[in-house]
């Protein structure tokens, strides 16, 4: 991590090309693996999306089929991109990463809740004389969110390859668990990418409405000094100590 080289610095490299573009190739295979898979959902019971876009997706490949299978293969090259990168990036980027992100205690969990309550009460006017406590590398709400989509992605990705596998290897005729298993995995797969999708509205939001100077750091890597110091005053002094601003 190091300052830009303008006069008196006004902003630091927070992340790494790399890391930026694992971020995008991540928003861009959610995406596409959102679209398709809601294509594939055509039931009345389960159906999320209108009948039409189910209609629509599943004629443009040639069937549900073909649909389901390009899902399928899309969901196994976003997760083996992401497990290759954190294992050869895991000291230097996953491990740090989740130290700072992982909610791990009842405690942690309480603290960050009060944390993100009270930022959501200041969008709206409210708890005006109540300070956000200060805030680390993320910020409460950052990191139940975070800690909520590594765990509903970790559930996606085993889920997925199931629906995709199973029916392939196993025999459901022959042992009804198989069966079981699959229309549980189904429920555990979809309850996970409708969290996640929720948590992404925030997310995104807050990126482009309530503080683009976030969405601008995962564009080029650097972030204002001040903006740090302002709303992450106690990663602004880590980076003090460290003599990184």
Same mark, same amino acid.
């Given at each position: +991590?190091?300052?830009?080289?303008?006069?008196?610095?006004?902003?630091?490299?927070? =992340?790494?090309?790399? &890391?930026?573009?694992?971020?995008?190739?991540?928003?861009?295979?959610?995406?596409?693996?959102?679209? #398709?898979?809601?294509?594939?959902? #055509? !039931?009345?019971?389960?159906?999320?999306?209108?009948?039409?876009?189910? #209609?629509?997706? $599943?004629?443009?490949?040639?069937?549900?089929?073909?649909?389901?299978?390009?899902?399928?293969?899309?969901?196994?090259?976003?997760?083996?991109?992401?497990?290759?990168?954190?294992?050869?990036?895991?000291?230097?980027? &996953?491990?740090?990463?989740?130290?700072?992100?992982?909610?791990?205690?009842?405690?942690?969990?309480? =603290?960050?809740?009060?944390?993100?309550?009270?930022?959501l009460a200041h @969008?709206?006017?409210? +708890?005006?004389?109540?300070?956000?406590?200060? $805030?680390?590398?993320?910020?409460?709400?950052?990191?139940?969110?975070?800690?909520?989509?590594?765990?509903?992605?970790? @559930?996606?990705? +085993?889920?997925? +390859?199931?629906?995709?596998?199973?029916?392939?290897?196993?025999?459901?005729?022959?042992?009804?668990?198989? !069966? /079981?298993?699959?229309?549980?995995?189904l429920v555990a797969? $979809?309850?996970?990418?409708?969290? %996640?999708?929720?948590?992404? &509205?925030?997310?995104?939001?807050?990126?482009? %409405? /309530?503080? =683009?100077?976030?969405?601008?750091?995962?564009?080029? !890597?650097?972030?204002?000094?001040?903006?740090?110091?302002?709303?992450?005053?106690l990663w602004y002094?880590?980076?003090?100590?460290? !003599?990184? %601003?």
């Amino acid at each position: +991590m190091s300052n830009t080289k303008q006069g008196a610095s006004t902003k630091i490299k927070i =992340r790494t090309k790399d &890391v930026i573009a694992i971020h995008w190739f991540n928003a861009f295979f959610w995406l596409v693996l959102v679209i #398709s898979g809601f294509g594939i959902i #055509s !039931g009345d019971f389960v159906r999320l999306v209108p009948t039409a876009w189910s #209609s629509f997706m $599943q004629n443009l490949v040639g069937g549900n089929a073909n649909l389901a299978l390009l899902h399928g293969i899309g969901g196994m090259v976003w997760a083996a991109v992401i497990a290759i990168y954190a294992l050869l990036n895991a000291r230097r980027v &996953v491990l740090p990463f989740l130290k700072n992100v992982l909610v791990l205690t009842p405690m942690a969990a309480l =603290r960050d809740m009060w944390s993100m309550t009270v930022t959501l009460a200041h @969008l709206f006017g409210l +708890m005006k004389n109540t300070p956000v406590p200060p $805030q680390g590398r993320y910020n409460g709400a950052q990191r139940l969110l975070g800690t909520m989509i590594i765990g509903c992605s970790l @559930l996606i990705a +085993m889920s997925g +390859m199931y629906l995709f596998w199973g029916p392939k290897l196993l025999s459901f005729a022959s042992n009804p668990l198989y !069966g /079981e298993l699959f229309r549980w995995a189904l429920v555990a797969h $979809q309850a996970a990418v409708v969290l %996640v999708l929720i948590g992404l &509205v925030a997310h995104i939001y807050f990126a482009v %409405v /309530e503080e =683009r100077e976030s969405l601008e750091t995962m564009k080029s !890597g650097y972030a204002e000094i001040a903006f740090i110091q302002h709303h992450n005053p106690l990663w602004y002094e880590e980076l003090k100590r460290d !003599g990184k %601003v």
